[in-house]
């Protein structure tokens, strides 16, 4: 049983240039949010989806955008790249009851690193 | 809004020794849910323990318990017999059910060492 993926493990970009990164839920998991880890820091909440549409959004600007396809798979898009996103980008999935039965699984994130 | 504090940005403990890592929440919600993440430095989170604040009882987990204490909104993480594989960064998460989704806020962490 496959847990979450992402891809690339690893990337570099140049200020104001844009990205896109992917994400797999585990198996049998239909809600995808992504986390912005910066360094020493706890990841911060980006946004939500579910059933392809974005359901619930943190406080980050509208240069980061995302998507979710049919068989639940995620991008997380960032335009117009600043320094200031360099991070590790972590996606995680669960079933949408949440709770207690169903705590969030993590990938093992995107580094993210603007020059 | 809530917020999660954990004070204690490093901590270190002797191998076999007991070490308990600090968190607080703020939160006007009488139900939500409380977790424990870690992270090794292969950077993947991992579930330590839950605990539903409705519930009681501290949840246990084979060698890592809870004290959960409500009123105070404390949440804190203890390890006994602490292992060299325990070496990772701890955070404490709090999430709560709203409109049929829900949403996690994390602390700012604890790197615990694990002393040989």
């Known amino acids: 049983d496959a847990g979450v993926t992402q891809s690339p493990t690893h990337l570099i970009k140049t200020r104001g240039q844009q990205v896109t990164l992917r994400c797999s839920p585990k198996s049998g998991h239909d809600t995808v949010s992504w986390y912005q880890q910066a360094l020493g820091q706890g990841p911060q909440f980006i946004f939500q989806?579910?059933?392809?549409?974005?359901?619930q959004r943190g406080n980050f600007p509208d240069r980061f955008s995302g998507h979710q396809y049919p068989n639940y798979s995620s991008e997380l898009n960032v335009n117009a790249l600043l320094l200031g996103d360099s991070a590790l980008y972590l996606c995680?999935?669960?079933?949408?009851?949440?709770?207690?039965?169903?705590?969030?699984?993590f990938g093992n994130g995107t580094r993210l690193t603007v020059t | 809004a809530q917020t999660v504090t954990q004070s204690q940005p490093e901590m270190s403990v002797q191998e076999a020794e007991t070490v308990t890592l600090s968190c607080t929440y703020d939160t006007s919600e009488s139900n939500y849910y409380l977790f424990w993440y870690k992270q090794p430095p292969s950077r993947q989170m991992i579930l330590v323990i839950r605990q539903e604040a409705y519930k009681q009882q501290n949840a246990t987990e084979n060698r890592f318990s809870v004290n959960f204490q409500k009123a105070a909104k404390s949440f804190s993480l203890k390890i006994s017999d602490s292992q060299l594989g325990d070496t990772a960064m701890y955070f404490c998460?709090?999430?709560?059910?709203?409109?049929?989704?829900?949403?996690?806020?994390f602390g700012t962490g604890t790197r615990l060492k694990v002393l040989a």
């Open positions: 989806y579910y059933e392809e549409e974005e359901r």
């Open positions: 995680a999935s669960s079933p949408l009851g949440g709770g207690l039965d169903s705590p969030l699984h």
């Open positions: 998460a709090f999430m709560k059910l709203a409109s049929g989704t829900y949403k996690y806020i």
